[in-house]
């Protein structure tokens, strides 16, 4: 993947964790929005972040995001048992055709 | 409520082909562009493919380009994908996804719960 994430990351519960994703100038840096999704075990993954800062309603603002330079970063703060998931960052590359890419995605850990 | 129900998936030969089938409810299917996204086992997602509102425009990932065929019927409400000359990396959880655009880059708001496909002799 061209976007790259941290394998994992880990908290206590109401602890803050932040997950990174890391891109290029064709894709974050080339001003091409970020979204997130959160993937719970054995599940269909679920649109937490939108347009790099917004949130779906119904997602806690315990969730937010960031955009600055190549890379985003998703905040979770006040961490909950439920929120250990696999999230991944997603936006659009222009180095290939019609091409939606996604990050290598982060396991989120609650201690 | 929305609903993305895919169907069609399990175990084939490589070299053979497979259609997946996404039926979908509660919204307006004709209006939104739709795509394909898959996860090998234990892996990240990948993305597959998207198709227009219409069906007038494809695009693919690169990597897929002249063995995976999207397409709609909007009459029945359901997204296909046609995969031919399949191969072992071919075997994945496929995702149908709806695409909404709020802001530039589409974004999956709404997702099937996957079919899973395995591609092995």
């Known amino acids: 993947s061209v976007l790259t994430q941290p394998p994992s990351v880990s908290g206590a519960p109401g602890q803050r964790v932040t997950i990174s994703c890391t891109g290029s100038?064709?894709?974050?840096?080339?001003?091409?929005?970020v979204h997130w999704y959160q993937q719970l075990p054995g599940a269909a993954p679920k649109l937490l972040i939108y347009g790099n800062i917004n949130r779906p309603s119904g997602v806690p603002d315990r969730f937010s995001g960031s955009k600055s330079g190549t890379s985003a970063s998703l905040a979770i703060t006040g961490l909950q048992a439920e929120d250990e998931a696999d999230y991944y960052c997603q936006s659009y590359d222009s180095s290939q055709t019609g091409s939606y890419v996604f990050g290598t995605g982060t396991k989120v850990i609650v201690l | 409520q929305v609903q993305l129900v895919e169907s069609g998936g399990g175990v084939v030969q490589p070299g053979r082909s497979l259609r997946l089938s996404c039926a979908t409810s509660g919204f307006s299917f004709s209006t939104h562009a739709m795509h394909w996204v898959r996860q090998a086992p234990g892996k990240g997602l990948e993305w597959v493919a998207i198709?227009?509102?219409?069906?007038?425009?494809?695009f693919y990932a690169d990597s897929l380009k002249g063995r995976f065929t999207i397409s709609r019927d909007n009459s029945k409400n359901t997204l296909h994908l046609q995969m031919d000359s399949l191969r072992p990396e071919d075997t994945a959880v496929y995702f149908c996804?709806?695409?909404?655009?709020?802001?530039?880059?589409?974004?999956?708001?709404?997702w099937g719960q996957g079919t899973l496909v395995t591609v092995s002799s």
């Open positions: 996804a709806r695409s909404w655009e709020p802001v530039v880059v589409p974004v999956f708001d709404y």
């Open positions: 100038s064709s894709n974050i840096g080339a001003g091409y929005d």
């Open positions: 198709i227009s509102y219409d069906g007038g425009n494809e």
